[in-house]
């Protein structure tokens, strides 16, 4: 399945419906340069949410229990698919074995200086770098990007030239949201989070090009999506 929906049929539904975010909706014709990204959640949301993949809505995933807050907006690639060849890249660039994807999509901060209040919208952004991150065994790398044409941020083009504050605090984001109680990890199997590695702008692309592909090689019918969701 390409990238782009070019069936008359499927466009009209489009008009009539509302697309699916993360198979309905296009990456854009400059992936992985420029991307269009789905946004779940904002830094003013002390709700976590995440894509309900079956009917495409935001559902409510739990209350954010201690008082850290995404520092970004937070969402995923459409069309993206963390499998197969994401996670043997992630394999070849750790030195680890034994990591499989995660079976979502690729997930995505954007960085922007203007305060968005809600989720449940697509933005145009331009990918500068990422974190090679690890939940238990499966492969959860974060694209950090920035919107495009943003007043402050639109002039870097590699995470490396961001503000030191501003990667930590997205790191910190990620090793402490699936933080939770001593009594409620008593009771569940609790995965390590672990980032591995920063990686730079054309490492971001690579990534974005294999979630891309396995996307396509996992979801090669209309039918498979269905029984996917």
Not at 15 to 44: C, Q, S
Not at 204 to 211: C, G, T
């Amino acid at each position: 399945m390409g990238n782009k929906i070019n069936d008359p049929i499927a466009r009209l539904m489009g008009l009539r419906y509302k697309a699916h975010p993360w198979h309905g909706l296009d990456v854009g014709d400059k992936a992985p340069e420029v991307v269009n990204a789905f946004i779940e959640m904002v830094p003013t949301d002390t709700i976590k949410y995440e894509l309900d993949k079956a009917s495409g809505y935001i559902r409510i995933d739990r209350p954010q229990k201690y008082s850290n807050v995404v520092p970004a907006l937070y969402g995923f690639i459409p069309q993206s698919y963390c499998g197969d060849n994401l996670a043997s890249y992630c394999m070849e660039r750790c030195g680890r074995e034994g990591i499989k994807g995660d079976g979502d999509p690729l997930d995505i901060c954007v960085l922007t200086e203007r305060t968005i209040s809600h989720g449940d919208i697509l933005a145009t952004v331009k990918p500068i770098g990422g974190f090679r991150m690890l939940d238990g065994d499966e492969a959860d790398d974060k694209i950090i990007a920035v919107l495009r044409h943003d007043a402050t941020y639109r002039g870097y083009e590699d995470i490396s030239e961001l503000p030191h504050i501003i990667v930590d605090r997205l790191k910190h984001y990620f090793l402490t949201y699936k933080d939770m109680p001593a009594s409620d990890r008593e009771s569940m199997q609790v995965k390590t989070v672990e980032i591995v590695a920063t990686y730079g702008r054309e490492e971001a692309y690579e990534v974005i090009n294999r979630s891309l592909e396995d996307y396509r090689d996992h979801f090669n019918s209309l039918e498979e999506i269905l029984n996917h969701v």
